[in-house]
């Protein structure tokens, strides 16, 4: 059973735009700091952006000023927002949630991976 759900992916066309969604329970998404991946065909996956438990994001530069990673507390749901897109966008994109319980014991889930493709 899934614990960790994207959703979202699919077409777009170059320019446009997609909203993926991560959600997971909230024993699982409450603490945690919550981040996207994505593994373009044939490249190495690389992190996109992250949110923590706070609120606090980061992203990587190719996908600054065109992507908001967000969270709904209330809806145990984080969101990345992507605009501008272009076919270097095209991936598989994972949702992560990880957190530490206690010292020497982290809590790592994946989500299965969504499909973005941009293409015209």
């Known amino acids: 059973q899934a614990q960790v759900v994207e959703s979202g992916g699919g077409l777009a066309q170059p320019g446009g735009s997609l909203r993926l969604s991560c959600a997971a329970p909230?024993?699982?998404?409450?603490?945690?700091?919550i981040s996207w991946y994505r593994q373009p065909p044939g490249k190495q996956r690389e992190l996109v952006a992250s949110?923590?438990?706070?609120?606090?994001?980061t992203y990587v530069d190719s996908v600054k000023g065109r992507f908001t990673i967000s969270r709904d507390n209330a809806k145990n749901t984080v969101y990345l927002q992507m605009n501008s897109l272009t076919p270097d966008d095209t991936a598989v994109y994972y949702c992560?949630?990880?957190?530490?319980?206690?010292?020497?014991?982290?809590?790592?889930?994946w989500g299965q991976g969504t499909q973005v493709t941009v293409s015209s």
């Open positions: 992560r949630a990880r957190k530490g319980v206690v010292f020497g014991l982290d809590l790592d889930y």
């Open positions: 909230g024993r699982i998404f409450s603490g945690s700091a």
């Open positions: 949110i923590s438990s706070g609120g606090t994001t």
